[in-house]
């Protein structure tokens, strides 16, 4: 599936990761599994709320352990 | 000589990328002075000279560095602060140049020491209205980024460094205070090897300003950008900012000998004094004493020495001391003096280790670059080199660094053959 969140963590991914290929990105990985350490998962996330215009604390991404769990998580505050 | 080898080295200046474009453009004269636009009111009032990088970016500074460094560069650091992408190009350089790419020296017995202190000025000054408009969405590195550490950590990372690493401070004799560290690393067997890097301090515009509004910076409102700076001139008026990084790679002797490695140079003394003065207020005294001291230290008379390359920032007070302290150990005559400051701007925290990569190259080449600007020499005595290079004999060689807070810094530099 394709959607604005999905294709804002996508190219957040692309910066922070410049070695992983778009179509790697998919709602079933992690962000570990391609390859992204714990400062930049941070990233990742920030960048895409930046890119969303989405203010969440750092608290609410508890339960996110991959993509497609972040991407719902945004999705609901997606203004 | 029991004192370290230089056996490496790396530069990036406003006029050069890497160290043998530096020694042409030393041996031409090529001045890196610009002029900057500003914004806002008063631009009468506002610093405008400045010796900037020319159009920099990692991927452009290490094209010619080999892989798979060079990819594993832009991963690690291609988003990295300019200062920090700065260290790293100037970093690879150096280990290139040293033969570590090629040489078995395990990681634990290498150490770095950078240079420096609020490298990041701009950069802060850069990210600062994201915290005002939204601090939710600061970029996630910035907590790293925010401190100088982060120059020790990323190019550690990139090089497997696993020895000892830190950042030392001592404002304009940063350079010099990390080459002093760094040797004795390698003297007390801490490190084998050990990478200097002189960090690209990269001032935001108000640290421009305040440096302006204190007297200290160079005008030129009305001059020529590149006739702005005079070391050692009567017009001398300031210093004006250069934006460089280097690196000087020190090994000891005997590791350098187990992998073939030859020297450069040899860092055969040093001494650091503070003043006990918070001020920028220099003293010729400590200034004399701290050169007598690096002597004493290689082993040598100062009628030894062949040239000095001086802090000489262009500024009339530290000039005209500076100008003093080494009459009071030279007498008239004596060394040649040259400051590199006059053609690449003052490099602030990396300015001693881009000075020594300078006096090295100068050694090797046998010459000594031009006193920018150089038309009515301040006082009498000192063997100032005028506006053109000319061909020397540099055996041995001292560089000296002054910061305010009163540090005084001079190192002694050795050409192999007299070694």
């Known amino acids: ?79 | 000589m029991s004192g370290p080898w230089i056996t490496g080295a790396g530069v990036l200046c406003a006029t050069a990328a890497g160290v043998e474009d530096f020694a042409r453009a030393l041996r031409a004269g090529t001045s890196g002075i610009g002029r900057r636009s500003v914004d806002g009111d008063h631009p009468e009032l506002r610093p405008l000279l400045s010796a900037d990088l020319p159009g920099f970016d990692l991927s452009g500074a290490t094209a010619d560095r080999e892989e798979p460094l060079r990819r594993a560069a832009a991963r690690d650091a291609g988003r990295s602060p300019r200062s920090v992408q700065a260290s790293v190009a100037v970093a690879l350089e150096g280990w290139e140049r040293a033969g570590l790419h090629r040489a078995g020296v395990p990681g634990e017995r290498i150490g770095i020491v950078v240079a420096g202190h609020n490298l990041g000025g701009r950069f802060a000054e850069e990210v600062r209205p994201r915290y005002l408009s939204s601090p939710v969405h600061l970029p996630a590195r910035y907590p790293l980024q925010f401190m100088d550490t982060d120059h020790v950590g990323t190019v550690s990372q990139l090089l497997g460094l696993t020895g000892e690493g830190y950042t030392v401070g001592g404002a304009s004799a940063s350079g010099n205070v990390a080459l002093i560290n760094a040797a004795r690393l390698v003297e007390s067997g801490a490190a084998d090897v050990c990478l200097v890097l002189g960090a690209l301090t990269d001032l935001s515009d108000m640290e421009r300003q305040a440096f302006y509004n204190l007297g200290a910076m160079a005008g030129g409102q009305a001059t020529e950008p590149e006739q702005a700076i005079r070391p050692f001139d009567a017009a001398h008026g300031g210093f004006v900012p250069g934006q460089g990084a280097a690196c000087l790679v020190l090994e000891s002797a005997a590791s350098a000998k187990r992998r073939g490695a030859a020297p450069w140079a040899g860092l055969e003394g040093y001494a650091m004094r503070l003043s006990g003065n918070g001020l920028a207020d220099p003293s010729a005294a400590d200034e004399a004493d701290v050169m007598s001291r690096a002597l004493r230290h290689a082993g040598l008379v100062p009628g030894r020495i062949d040239y000095v390359n001086a802090h000489g920032t262009g500024s009339p007070l530290g000039d005209e001391t500076e100008l003093t302290a080494l009459r009071a150990l030279f007498g008239h005559g004596g060394p040649w003096v040259n400051s590199t400051k006059g053609l690449i701007g003052h490099c602030l925290c990396a300015a001693g280790v881009v000075e020594a990569v300078a006096t090295v190259l100068q050694m090797r080449d046998g010459f000594v670059h031009a006193n920018a600007n150089l038309v009515t020499p301040i006082g009498t005595g000192g063997r100032l080199v005028g506006t053109r290079s000319q061909p020397a004999a540099i055996g041995h060689a001292m560089s000296n660094g002054f910061g305010f807070g009163g540090f005084n810094t001079s190192v002694v530099l050795g050409r192999p053959d007299t070694f």
């Open chain 1, 1 to 79: 599936m394709s959607d604005a969140v999905l294709t804002a963590i996508r190219s957040s991914v692309l910066v922070v990761l410049p070695e992983i290929e778009p179509e790697q990105v998919t709602e079933e990985v992690s962000l570990t599994d391609l390859g992204a350490n714990s400062i930049d998962r941070v990233d990742v996330v920030t960048m895409t709320m930046d890119t969303l215009g989405i203010s969440l604390s750092v608290t609410e991404f508890t339960d996110v352990h991959d993509i497609g769990s972040l991407a719902r998580l945004l999705r609901r505050h997606t203004p």
